[in-house]
Structures are given as C-alpha cells and as structure tokens.
C-alpha cells in the first residue's frame, strides 16, 4: 500500500484545513485593515489594536472575563481533581456508576439548559447576579472536564506507590502532596488550562448567568457585532484567538511531554 | 581467605542451633490469632494461626490467590482482619494504620518513586520520623554502601537496571531499621541468575542486620533457599509449617509433597503396619512397598507413598533381591539437563514413573535408552507414606 502523500490526501487535508481556518484567517487579516469599512481593505495598520486601549467598555469586559476565567478555573481543577481521586481511588462505593456518570452529563448537556438552570437556581435563593453567579457557573460546567482529564490519568497510576510511601510512614494527606500529586501534576495542569480556555469563550452560559457590572468580553462582543462589525472587534477577536492558542498549545506540550517520559520510565521498567 | 572461613563458621554456628520454634520458653514476635478475612462472599484467609519468632526468615508459599499476600498485607495494615488478631512484638495491631506500624515493605513492583532520585527514595521513610538531616545523610550512605550503590545515589530509578532497582528497594525498605521486613516476591522481576545471587544475598543481609524477614513466594526452590521456616499454604489456610528439610522429606499432605519439587504419588492399601515398619500394597507392581515410618492407619486404609525421583535407583539388569519395592517398566523418555538425567519409566500396567539419576562420569559403557527394558528400585527409608 502506498504510504505517500497523494494527490487525493494532499487536497483532503488542504480543503479540510480551509473550511476551518480561512475564517479566522479572514478575521485576523481584516484587524489589521487600515479602513473603518470591514470589508475593504484599505493597507495595514495596526490603529485599531490602540484603539482597543481606548476602549474603556472592552477593556473592562476582558479584565472581568480574565477574573472569572482565573479564578473559576482554579476552583474547578480542585473539585474536578478531588472529584477524579474519589472516582478512580476509592474503589467500588455505594453509588459510584451514578456518580461517575453523573460528572460526564455536563459534558454533553446543552448550555442553554445548564445556563437556565443554573440561573433558576440563583433566582431561587435570591442570590446577587453579577461576577461570582458567572464564576460560579464556569466552575459548574469546566469542573466536569477537569475531572474527565484528571480521572484518564489517574487509570494508569501505580497504586502500590501511594501503599509505599503509607508503609514508609507518611500520612495518607502529605503522601497526596509528596507523591501522587506531583505525578499526577501534568494532568492537573492541562486540566486546568482547559477549565481556563473554556471559560474564557463561553457566551451562553455566562449570558444567562450574569448581572449588571459584569460582562464578559464574549458577551460584550456578541452585542456590539449586533450593531455592526467594527475593526476593533476584528482586533479583540485576534488577541482572543492568540491567547486561546497559546494556552492549548502549552497544555498539550505539557501533556504531551509528561506522557512520552512516562512512557520511557515504563519501558525502562519492562526492559529491566 | 582466613576472614571469609570465620565468617563461614558462623553462619554455620548460628544456622545449626537456631530453632526458637522449639523452645517453649520463647516468645513469637508475630502472632497471627485465628485470622480469617473474608473480601465479600470470597474467603481469602480461613483461620490461620501462626507465629514468627525474631530473627527468623521466614517463608509464606502457595500457589498464587492462596491468600499469601493477604497474610502479608494484613501485617502491614493495608488489610485489616475479619476476625482473629494480629500483634507485632505483643502489640495488637487492630486498627493501627499502615504509617504507624514499625514494619516495612518491598513490593513486587518496587514502587520507587518515579520522580525522586535514588538517595531521595532511601530518604523518603526517614524524612517522616522527623530524623537530623546530618542523621538521614549518614543513614542514606551507609544503606547505598550496603547495596553496593553509592556511585547511583542522583540517578532517577528509569535510569537503572531490574537488578539496581531491586537493591534501591531493598534499601529503602531496610532504611528504617524495621522490626520485620516484609518482601513480596521480591526477586520475581530478575532473571534466574540474578535471583540465585541475590538470594543469598538475603540471607546474608539479614543475618547481618539481625532482623526478621517475612517473604511472600510461590518459588519453591527460593523458598527452599532462603527460608528458616516455611509455611505452605492453599485456599487460604496453612497446610504445613515446617523447615524447609521437614517440608521436603516429610510432607504433611499430598499437596505439599506435590507441590514442593518433584515427586511419584502411588495409591497404596495398608497391608501391616508394626512399630516403624509398614507394609502396603499397589496394584500397578507385583511387589509390596515396604516404609521405615511410624503410620496411624490400619490394614486395609487407602494411603500413598511419596518417592523423590532422585531417591529411586535404575538399573538394566535385574536387582538381586526383588520381593520389595521394586518395579519394572521400559524407558519412555529420557529428559538430560547435563547434571542429572530424568528418566520417565512406563510401568506394565501403563502408570509412568519419574527417576532421576546423577550423572557421574562422562561417559557410560551402556548408557541407558529409549525402549530400554529397566528395573527401579527403593530403599525403605526413601519413600514417605501419606494418609491425607
């Protein structure tokens, strides 16, 4: 079989990497566009990136979306790494097959239902809207996705380290700190670049959930492009698109990394 | 050479008189009190009793899933009890968790931590006794000294070999100055040679240290090797407690005679039995087997006769004396392993029996072969009579 680079695969993957970028390509091209009119490219220029410093609204929106990002995904990766350790560590408890199914169902539930729950609930016990009703609901739906990276490295944890360090003499708390956490770190990091980033785009969500005073940079884009495309958004878009690819990169170089060394430990370990 | 022959004397001073099983006056440093634990409708371990005296390198055997390593595991609290009890040193160890109890462990696995280095894994129990730093130091040292790894103590254990990450183990399992070592297979990842050097290796290290060690196996020979005392056990209960000679030469039931080496199993019925001499008879040769042992049975009681293969004799002509124990067969199969030869002899009736033979000289004038007509025969004191 021919393992080369076909006319057929080339055109595959070339078609299949522009349905999905040459949006994005368009939008960030279009931030550099020296013209107030969006569609016509009037030379470049970076005009629009300064005049993003002026923009006391958007700036605002992003600091608020940062806060909320930060702390919500700091949260999340405590309770969805707690979460993966009771799922994985504690063997056969009374209802765990519930338990553990239950921490995927947000995964696949609708924002919108998530984002009306969520904001009944509030309504219900009468609790403020504003910054920590969003950041409270960011740690609801990006905690199950903590746990879910967090659990698939937990599988393959060599249980009898955690027994060693016990049978050495620490306690079951410091051997967390000592030993498996910092195995285990890689996924709690990716995990927790991966709370980061979602909450960081989420519109539906936060929507339902916010009140006055704390919008986020999603939803402050969504509704000025409802007035019109400006250059300046094209800008926030760019910048936006930057920091979330940053952030996945890392987190994959991380995992990736953490995973290949393990690899090698463990087929040092078969060899010998 | 003078130091290594003082040496040798006393191991064999302290080897031949050691024996604080016999003596009543002396008291168990483990006791296991009717212990049975029980995971769901499964029973790991059926009421064992069992004690371990200091200073004794002491053997669990069985078969895998015969509720060995549960008995380990119990001691070093990683289990608890269902019933029955546990006490170290006179202490009942009910509910005393795994970090407070003065045993520790070397794992199947190993278990070194991953992102530690060799020193730092050594370290890792002494730094939880709250120990000076100057003393964990010179502790470390002097335990690499004693594996013979000083030069590996900033290696990572992925950088080392099985055999350096075995000793690593051992090291950090020993580093505390434990009360009893427990070792779980610990030489079940090396290759056989390795194994045999560093067996005795054990034996050396703990008659050094003076400590007692209890090691989970289900290698017979390294049981065999190491052991003061072995228990063998099956289904979760101790089928017999004994040396390693006694286990071998005396087995207490079928089970261990099979289990521990090689070994014909013929069903016999009791024709006499008179003081230490008893008679029985078998269907598969013409001639009765004749045992020099004291046997509980009366006449016509099923028994067997265990004979080791190397305590049979095997000859082309016809023994002089032929009315005992005495068969006669042809050569199935010849099995040569260069020190001895083993040969599997069908018997008229179509039982085949296994022999095996030293090798003595190089060459043989009329070596025997297959097909060869054979006569096998015993002496009474090489076959053992069993009733269970």
């Not at chain 2, 000083?150 to 580093?175: C, D, E, I, N």
């Not at chain 2, 095996?356 to 004191?381: C, E, G, Y």
């Amino acid at each position: 079989m021919r393992r080369g680079l076909t006319w057929f695969n080339v055109s595959s993957i070339a078609l299949g990497f522009a349905f999905l970028y040459i949006p994005i390509l368009l939008l960030v091209i279009y931030s550099f566009n020296d013209s107030r009119l969006v569609t016509v490219w009037g030379g470049f220029s970076t005009r629009w990136y300064w005049a993003l410093l002026e923009n006391e609204q958007l700036l605002d929106a992003a600091w608020v979306t940062l806060r909320v990002a930060f702390v919500s995904a700091c949260v999340a990766t405590v309770l969805g790494t707690m979460a993966a350790l009771a799922l994985t560590r504690y063997g056969r408890f009374f209802g765990r097959t519930l338990f553990s199914g239950m921490i995927y169902a947000p995964l696949v539930m609708p924002e919108v239902i998530t984002g009306l729950s969520l904001l009944l609930l509030f309504v219900a016990v009468d609790f403020d809207r504003g910054f920590w009703t969003v950041t409270l609901a960011h740690i609801t739906f990006t905690m199950c996705f903590v746990a879910v990276v967090v659990q698939s490295r937990l599988v393959t944890f060599d249980t009898t380290l955690v027994e060693a360090a016990l049978d050495l003499g620490s306690p079951p708390l410091k051997t967390f700190f000592t030993i498996t956490l910092p195995l285990i770190l890689p996924a709690v990091i990716s995990g927790f670049m991966l709370a980061f980033t979602l909450s960081l785009d989420d519109l539906v969500i936060a929507s339902f959930t916010t009140g006055p005073g704390a919008t986020t940079l999603p939803m402050r884009i969504y509704s000025q492009v409802r007035l019109g495309v400006t250059p300046e958004i094209n800008a926030v878009c760019t910048i936006l698109i930057a920091i979330v690819t940053v952030v996945v990169i890392a987190a994959s170089i991380v995992t990736k990394r953490a995973e290949s060394q393990r690899q090698a430990e463990e087929r040092a370990a078969m060899k010998g | 050479m003078a130091s290594e022959k003082t040496r040798k004397e006393t191991i064999g001073a302290v080897r031949r008189s050691f024996a604080p099983w016999t003596d009543p006056t002396k008291t168990p440093l483990i006791r296991f009190e009717n212990v049975v634990k029980r995971f769901g409708d499964f029973t790991a371990i059926n009421d064992v009793s069992l004690d371990i005296y200091e200073r004794e390198f002491f053997a669990l055997l069985g078969p895998s899933g015969c509720g060995k390593t549960t008995l380990m595991r119990m001691l070093a609290g990683f289990d608890e009890p269902t019933t029955g009890r546990v006490t170290l040193a006179g202490q009942d160890l009910a509910g005393v968790p795994p970090y407070r109890r003065p045993v520790n462990m070397m794992f199947q696995s190993y278990a070194l931590f991953p992102h530690m280095n060799v020193a730092d894994n050594i370290a890792f129990g002494l730094k939880q006794d709250k120990m000076p730093k100057a003393d964990i130091d010179a502790r470390v040292e002097e335990m690499l000294k004693l594996v013979k790894l000083t030069p590996f103590a900033k290696r990572k254990p992925h950088q080392l070999s099985g055999g350096q990450r075995q000793r690593v183990a051992l090291a950090r399992s020993l580093a505390k100055r434990p009360k009893v070592l427990l070792l779980d297979e610990p030489l079940g990842a090396l290759d056989k040679k390795l194994r045999e050097e560093t067996q005795f290796e054990l034996m050396d290290l703990q008659m050094e240290l003076g400590m007692t060690f209890l090691i989970v196996t289900h290698d017979q020979e390294e049981a065999m090797t190491v052991a003061d005392r072995i228990a063998v056990m099956n289904n979760g209960v101790l089928v017999q407690v004994a040396t390693p000679a006694e286990i071998y030469e005396q087995p207490a039931t079928r089970y261990v005679a099979d289990f521990i080496g090689d070994v014909n199993l013929i069903a016999c019925k009791v024709r006499s039995c008179q003081g230490d001499q008893a008679v029985l008879v078998t269907p598969i040769t013409s001639s009765p087997i004749h045992v020099t042992q004291q046997v509980e049975a009366a006449t016509g009681d099923e028994a067997w006769v265990a004979i080791r293969p190397e305590k049979l004799r095997i000859t082309l002509d016809q023994p002089p004396d032929i009315t005992e124990n005495c068969f006669e067969g042809t050569i199935w199969d010849i099995g040569y392993l260069g020190d001895l030869s083993i040969y599997h002899v069908e018997l008229p009736c179509g039982t085949r029996i296994k022999v095996s033979q030293p090798n003595l000289s190089r060459m043989v004038q009329r070596p025997i072969s297959w097909d060869d007509k054979v006569w096998v025969t015993f002496a009474p004191h090489a076959g053992v009579v069993l009733t269970r």
